[in-house]
């Protein structure tokens, strides 16, 4: 073959490549654009948060201690737009639950969550309509409180031990009241119940304000109630207070006992916790919570609180997911011990 037809093979200068330092340094700076870029978007959510009037739902009629925390919530909060308080009971909590899990995840419709309606339900409940953790998003604890045992004036016991004689002396003779299904008033009853070895029967009410009437006029004798319920009516005479379910005595009752006074391993704790719908955006949760912790860090509402029995317990949103998980583990085994189930 000639040189003529010879046909040189062409090459291409090589790619020059990017050092690793500059390659590093590209990465780093995509890497706090990208940065930057969301926590301006989060900076912009948490202050247009609200957009609009805020619905705090409370899953029991109004006079309790859940609608109480509501109130005070809704009196001193600052958010730009008023916090409506929008009672709706029944089925011991669930359906004011129920209507909130279902709701728009944007942080404008909350819940004042409580230990029944956020950890013993679902041991209760053959069929529950939501589910207590995946379908909300924790917020903060706000307040922790004993339940009372009180009871109707005319019966003939002054204490503990006075109330589990007679009951094993008149067997299924006393009812004992509660707002509901599942409450801590209800599962109080079925602990000290399975505790003692004595049987009363469960009345359910629609709310307090319904079942404490009856307890009045006895036809209940006996109720749990929630202290800061409880304790104004008891120190009236109109009811009588024999024990506090907390493992030690309250500051608002310290004359009050405790049951474990007289039935060891006796401890029935409520609890008040605000929750938000599942995958409201973690910057409106932040923003919720830090304004929680203001309002019932207030000096007023602390001392409001104090009055009522009612004893303030805050947290960031992680630590109300874990005491809510302990809780459920907790009431679980209680209603499996004592046999209690949704009628």
């Known amino acids: 073959m000639s040189d003529n037809h010879f046909n040189p093979r062409i090459t291409m200068p090589p790619k020059k490549l990017a050092s690793p330092l500059k390659r590093q340094f590209g990465r780093s700076l995509g890497l706090l654009l990208l940065s930057l870029g969301a926590f301006s978007a989060t900076n912009t959510l948490a202050q247009a948060f609200p957009t609009k009037p805020l619905r705090l739902v409370v899953t029991f009629p109004s006079g309790g201690a859940p609608d109480i925390l509501a109130r005070l919530f809704s009196e001193k909060a600052q958010l730009g737009f ?48 939501y589910d207590m953790v995946k379908d909300f998003s924790p917020i903060s604890l706000i307040a922790s409180a004993p339940n009372l045992l009180v ?78 319920s409880a304790l104004p009516m008891a120190k009236e005479g109109k009811i ?46 932040d923003k919720l919570n830090a304004e929680v912790l203001r309002v019932f860090k207030l000096p007023e509402v602390q001392e409001r609180l104090k009055t009522l029995g009612l004893d303030p317990v805050l947290s960031s949103p992680a630590e109300l997911a874990r005491y809510q998980a302990s809780e459920i583990t907790k009431w679980a085994k209680v209603v499996k011990d004592s046999g209690a189930k949704a009628q």
Not at 92 to 103: C, R, T
Not at 188 to 211: N, W
Request: aromatic content about 6%; hydrophobic content about 40%.
């Open 151 to 228: 009871v109707n004036n005319a019966l003939p016991v002054k204490n503990v031990p006075e109330l589990i004689a007679y009951m094993k002396a008149n067997p299924n003779k006393l009812s004992f009241g509660s707002p509901g299904i599942g409450t801590s008033v209800h599962v109080s009853g079925e602990l000290f119940k399975s505790l003692t070895g004595t049987t009363m029967e469960h009345v359910p009410y629609k709310g307090r304000q319904f079942a404490i009437p009856d307890l009045m006029g006895g036809s209940i004798q006996v109720m749990f109630d929630n202290m800061p």
């Open 240 to 285: 009588r207070a024999l024990a506090q379910t907390t493992a030690t005595r309250s500051p608002a009752a310290p004359d009050v006992p405790t049951v474990a006074e007289s039935v060891p391993g006796f401890e029935a704790t409520t609890w008040f916790a605000m929750f938000a719908p599942a995958n409201v955006p973690r910057p409106v949760i």
């Open 82 to 129: 008023p916090v409506v308080v929008d009672n709706r009971p029944g089925a011991g909590g669930n359906i004011g639950a129920d209507n909130v899990a279902k709701s728009p995840g944007d942080g404008h419709t909350l819940v004042l969550g409580t230990v029944g309606t956020h950890s013993i339900n679902g041991a209760l409940y053959e069929k529950m309509p």
